[in-house]
């Protein structure tokens, strides 16, 4: 691929991603609250409604039972539904059609009735407090059935999204607010975005920055925290691969354990919840597979077990940052 | 309450708040006719875009204004932030989740009914609220319980980018009571007269065992859905109309000069007052503390049990 194009942000990565598929078929289509005419809240479905028209890219009320219900009659009738729930707080006003027809009907149906959906939705913290920050894919990935997948960079976000839209599987795609509002010239990895469509694995994840210390397993926006750690530690001589993990469920073990095979040291970066997720899941699977005597430390670092507080103070307090990662690498012995 | 807005969207322009923030900005008029009309014990639930509710509540001004500034001497104290008030001592509180103050309503109303006293549960939702299961859900159960609770709905036309008209079976909210065994009223909200005799009549009701109310009440939001929203989802030529002749303030200050309650030096001494108070209010708020971060995994879990982060 040589169409390449420097200048493009996840929003428009993810719209693009999304154009070219439904360009691709025609039973792609978008549902969701202000996706239409707005273009989505943080602009990753603009121009669609402009090229596709209003009934597939379909602006509806606030009613999320109803319209990602909708998507399991429409994935039944052949179509391929991406459903916006605009932040990825609002999944509990319709989680039951998310775990118990979207996420079990294919394998109730004894796999005669695929779910071909993408719930399509914004995580992270931005300021928003409790109820506006949580990226939840530790919760979506406890519910057999669902793929999770949080990208971290424009180029990600535009394969992915692709990929998500192809797979037969219904896939719980997290974009991050954040990365979201970030300037195409801010991003320090993936900003090379092929003009064409391409898909990024779904299952896939990608050193970021190879080292031999430690190993940061992270995803979405704490990918680009953990780069900057990295430069950070790099001065003091400790050497960070980062692993942008892509996908929470399925997690890559073959990338995984051959990036610790080499460092033997694993720091576990979490938006999430600590707390029964992914990084539990993450060092458990390691242990379970390198052995006890594989590894020299494993170690997390995440949103410590307490939602998202408002203020300024609060926040910086208990979400993971450049400086926190950089810390907890240090904290974990890699230096020594 | 248009000066307590303005200084909350200086808060964000001036980056003192670090969250998004919804102004109620040209819906005042419904702010002020529920303002003194309900009892500390009766409830009150509103939405994300809350604060005129509050101030009407009568939710002190101070810590209000703290909270959304996210000091550590806000109503919450910093941790819940302009979107989610709690006044537990005037039975107030808000959700950031759409629908969501129905339900909460709904348990109020029950409450009165449990203790056997005569107090009444208020929700205040905007129109895209009435889209979710949670609306009808919770106004089945108030109809078929006949329950004390009066929900007032601020249609403002748009729900973030999507018109009531595109999203609504009906052309009105209020014509939905009869599906609920409640009563609806539809009032032009701009009128604060009008708002204040239907929301009256529809707390006298409840609270004397008529069942639950719904009181439609029209309105515009002259602002973006939050501050930094582009708004370019709406008619700009509409807008600005709406701004210049459809003003509740405007309106309401034509009207006390026509009738001759109020003169212009009178209205200007009020004016002159409110800014003095609010510009005090927010130059004390500015001076306050933020909340510590070492605090902030208190209140996780009201027994004080702290989890180490962990798990
Ligand atoms: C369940 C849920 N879905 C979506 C949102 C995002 N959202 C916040 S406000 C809003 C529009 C609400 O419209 P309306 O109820 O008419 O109130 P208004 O903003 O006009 O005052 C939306 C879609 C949310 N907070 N909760």
């Given at each position: 691929?040589?169409?390449?194009?420097?200048?493009?942000?996840?929003?428009?990565?993810?719209?693009?991603?999304?154009?070219?598929?439904?360009?691709?078929?025609?039973?792609?289509?978008?549902?969701?609250?202000?996706?239409?005419?707005?273009?989505?809240?943080?602009?990753?479905?603009?121009?669609?409604?402009?090229?596709?028209?209003?009934?597939?890219?379909?602006?509806?009320?606030?009613?999320?039972?109803?319209?990602?219900?909708?998507?399991?009659?429409?994935?039944?009738?052949?179509?391929?539904?991406?459903?916006?729930?605009?932040?990825?707080?609002?999944?509990?006003?319709?989680?039951?059609?998310?775990?118990?027809?979207?996420?079990?009907?294919?394998?109730?149906?004894?796999?005669?009735?695929?779910?071909?959906?993408?719930?399509?939705?914004?995580g992270g913290a931005i300021g928003s407090a409790a109820q506006?920050?949580?990226?939840?894919?530790?919760?979506?990935?406890?519910?057999?059935?669902?793929?999770?997948?949080?990208?971290?960079?424009?180029?990600?976000?535009k394969g992915m999204m692709a990929a998500a839209v192809?797979?037969?599987?219904?896939?719980?795609?997290?974009?991050?607010?954040?990365?979201?509002?970030?300037?195409?010239?801010?991003?320090?990895?993936?900003?090379?975005?092929?003009?064409?469509?391409?898909?990024?694995?779904?299952?896939?994840?990608?050193?970021?920055?190879?080292?031999?210390?430690?190993?940061?397993?992270?995803?979405?926006?704490?990918?680009?925290?953990?780069?900057?750690?990295?430069?950070?530690?790099?001065?003091?001589?400790?050497?960070?691969?980062?692993?942008?993990?892509?996908?929470?469920?399925?997690?890559?073990?073959?990338?995984?354990?051959?990036?610790?095979?080499?460092?033997?040291?694993?720091?576990?970066?979490?938006?999430?919840?600590?707390?029964?997720?992914?990084?539990?899941?993450?060092?458990?699977?390691?242990?379970?597979?390198?052995?006890?005597?594989?590894?020299?430390?494993?170690?997390?670092?995440?949103?410590?077990?307490?939602?998202?507080?408002?203020?300024?103070?609060?926040?910086?307090?208990?979400?993971?940052?450049?400086?926190?990662?950089?810390?907890?690498?240090?904290?974990?012995?890699?230096?020594? | 309450?248009?000066?307590?807005?303005?200084?909350?969207?200086?808060?964000?322009?001036?980056?003192?708040?670090?969250?998004?923030?919804?102004?109620?900005?040209?819906?005042?008029?419904?702010?002020?006719?529920?303002?003194?009309?309900?009892?500390?014990?009766?409830?009150?639930?509103?939405?994300?875009?809350?604060?005129?509710?509050?101030?009407?509540?009568?939710?002190?001004?101070?810590?209000?204004?703290?909270?959304?500034?996210?000091?550590?001497?806000?109503?919450?104290?910093?941790?819940?932030?302009?979107?989610?008030?709690?006044?537990?001592?005037?039975?107030?509180?808000?959700?950031?989740?759409?629908?969501?103050?129905?339900?909460?309503?709904?348990?109020?109303?029950?409450?009165?009914?449990?203790?056997?006293?005569?107090?009444?549960?208020?929700?205040?939702?905007?129109?895209?609220?009435?889209?979710?299961?949670?609306?009808?859900?919770?106004?089945?159960?108030?109809?078929?319980?006949?329950?004390?609770?009066?929900?007032?709905?601020?249609?403002?036309?748009?729900?973030?980018?999507?018109?009531?008209?595109?999203?609504?079976?009906?052309?009105?909210?209020?014509?939905?009571?009869?599906?609920?065994?409640?009563?609806?009223?539809?009032?032009?909200?701009?009128?604060?007269?009008?708002?204040?005799?239907?929301?009256?009549?529809?707390?006298?009701?409840?609270?004397?065992?008529?069942?639950?109310?719904?009181?439609?009440?029209?309105?515009?939001?002259?602002?973006?859905?939050?501050?930094?929203?582009?708004?370019?989802?709406?008619?700009?030529?509409?807008?600005?109309?709406?701004?210049?002749?459809?003003?509740?303030?405007?309106?309401?200050?034509?009207?006390?000069?026509?009738?001759?309650?109020?003169?212009?030096?009178?209205?200007?001494?009020?004016?002159?007052?409110?800014?003095?108070?609010?510009?005090?209010?927010?130059?004390?708020?500015?001076?306050?503390?933020?909340?510590?971060?070492?605090?902030?995994?208190?209140?996780?879990?009201?027994?004080?049990?702290?989890?180490?982060?962990?798990?």
């Open positions: 691929m040589d169409a390449i194009r420097q200048n493009i942000n996840v929003s428009q990565a993810v719209a693009e991603g999304l154009r070219l598929e439904m360009e691709a078929d025609e039973h792609v289509l978008v549902i969701g609250e202000d996706v239409g005419r707005q273009g989505g809240v943080f602009g990753s479905t603009r121009g669609l409604q402009k090229a596709f028209g209003a009934e597939r890219v379909l602006d509806t009320p606030i009613s999320e039972m109803a319209f990602t219900g909708m998507a399991v009659g429409l994935a039944m009738e052949g179509y391929r539904p991406v459903v916006e729930i605009m932040f990825a707080d609002f999944i509990g006003v319709c989680l039951e059609q998310v775990f118990n027809a979207i996420a079990k009907n294919p394998y109730m149906s004894g796999g005669a009735t695929p779910m071909p959906i993408v719930i399509k939705t914004a506006h920050s949580q990226t939840l894919w530790g919760l979506y990935a406890h519910l057999p059935g669902l793929r999770v997948v949080a990208p971290s960079s424009p180029h990600d976000s192809q797979s037969p599987d219904p896939v719980v795609f997290i974009e991050h607010k954040g990365l979201l509002l970030k300037k195409a010239s801010s991003f320090s990895h993936g900003t090379d975005v092929p003009r064409e469509r391409y898909t990024v694995p779904l299952d896939r994840a990608h050193v970021v920055r190879e080292g031999r210390d430690v190993t940061i397993a992270t995803l979405s926006a704490s990918v680009g925290d953990a780069l900057d750690a990295a430069e950070a530690l790099a001065l003091d001589g400790i050497d960070v691969e980062v692993l942008d993990l892509r996908s929470v469920v399925p997690l890559d073990w073959d990338g995984i354990t051959a990036s610790l095979r080499k460092t033997r040291r694993l720091l576990v970066v979490d938006e999430d919840y600590l707390g029964f997720g992914l990084s539990g899941e993450l060092i458990t699977g390691a242990i379970e597979r390198l052995g006890l005597d594989g590894l020299d430390s494993v170690s997390r670092h995440g949103l410590a077990n307490v939602p998202v507080p408002a203020s300024k103070t609060l926040e910086q307090a208990v979400l993971p940052s450049a400086a926190s990662i950089a810390r907890a690498v240090r904290e974990s012995g890699a230096g020594r | 309450m248009r000066e307590f807005e303005e200084a909350c969207a200086r808060g964000v322009a001036e980056r003192h708040i670090h969250g998004e923030v919804h102004l109620a900005i040209g819906q005042e008029a419904i702010g002020a006719a529920l303002a003194g009309v309900l009892r500390d014990s009766d409830a009150m639930v509103s939405t994300h875009r809350n604060h005129l509710h509050a101030i009407a509540k009568g939710v002190p001004l101070h810590p209000m204004l703290a909270e959304i500034f996210e000091r550590a001497t806000g109503l919450c104290g910093g941790f819940g932030g302009h979107m989610h008030l709690f006044d537990p001592a005037r039975r107030f509180s808000t959700t950031g989740i759409v629908g969501g103050s129905l339900p909460v309503a709904l348990g109020h109303a029950y409450a009165a009914r449990l203790r056997g006293d005569d107090a009444v549960a208020v929700a205040v939702v905007g129109d895209g609220s009435v889209n979710t299961g949670g609306f009808a859900e919770s106004m089945n159960m108030a109809g078929a319980m006949k329950l004390p609770l009066v929900v007032v709905v601020e249609n403002n036309e748009w729900a973030i980018s999507v018109p009531f008209s595109q999203a609504s079976a009906t052309a009105t909210i209020a014509e939905r009571a009869a599906a609920f065994g409640a009563r609806g009223v539809r009032v032009d909200g701009l009128d604060y007269e009008r708002v204040r005799e239907a929301f009256i009549d529809a707390v006298d009701s409840a609270r004397a065992g008529g069942g639950p109310v719904i009181v439609e009440a029209t309105c515009y939001r002259f602002r973006g859905h939050y501050e930094g929203d582009l708004d370019l989802y709406r008619d700009q030529g509409d807008k600005e109309s709406r701004r210049e002749q459809r003003d509740p303030l405007a309106m309401a200050r034509a009207e006390l000069l026509e009738s001759g309650a109020a003169d212009e030096p009178e209205l200007a001494r009020i004016d002159e007052e409110v800014r003095a108070e609010i510009g005090g209010l927010v130059q004390r708020v500015l001076a306050d503390p933020f909340p510590d971060p070492e605090t902030a995994r208190r209140h996780v879990f009201a027994s004080g049990l702290d989890l180490p982060a962990g798990v």
